[in-house]
């Protein structure tokens, strides 16, 4: 098992965890993130191209945090949904969900900065 020293006293590490394709994560997203029927649009996954102007394209580092290491109002992803984003929230979803889109869904846990200590990040 790969591991990741955390913020804490040097004895503390943060195991990296497997994520099955069941597993639920949380995932902060926009209204226009949705479609009509409530499924989550590709477009949660894109980004703006590089070079700008060609449109969106899959953004290989889509942020996640694993549902089953943080809650909602605990999530990095969803404190920035409340920071004053009225039309954002957090969603859930499974990791199938990005994995049918090619992208990989790793868990990277954040431990650097501790202000900015992430152990539900992938």
């Not at 953004?59 to 969803?78: H, I, K, M, Q, Y």
């Not at 990277?108 to 900015?116: D, G």
């Amino acid at each position: 098992m790969t591991e990741c020293r955390s913020d804490g006293p040097p004895t503390e590490e943060v195991p990296i965890e497997e994520i099955a394709d069941e597993d639920w994560l949380y995932r902060r997203l926009a209204l226009n993130h949705f479609r009509s029927d409530g499924t989550v649009n590709r477009t949660a996954f894109m980004r703006n191209s590089t070079p700008p102007k060609k449109g969106k394209e899959p953004d290989p580092e889509v942020s996640v945090d694993l549902a089953r290491l943080t809650t909602p109002p605990n999530s990095a992803v969803g404190s920035l949904a409340a920071a004053g984003r009225p039309n954002q929230g957090i969603a859930t979803l499974q990791a199938n969900f990005p994995r049918g889109l090619d992208l990989e869904v790793v868990h990277a846990p954040v431990m650097e900065p501790p202000n900015l200590r992430n152990v539900a990040q992938a």
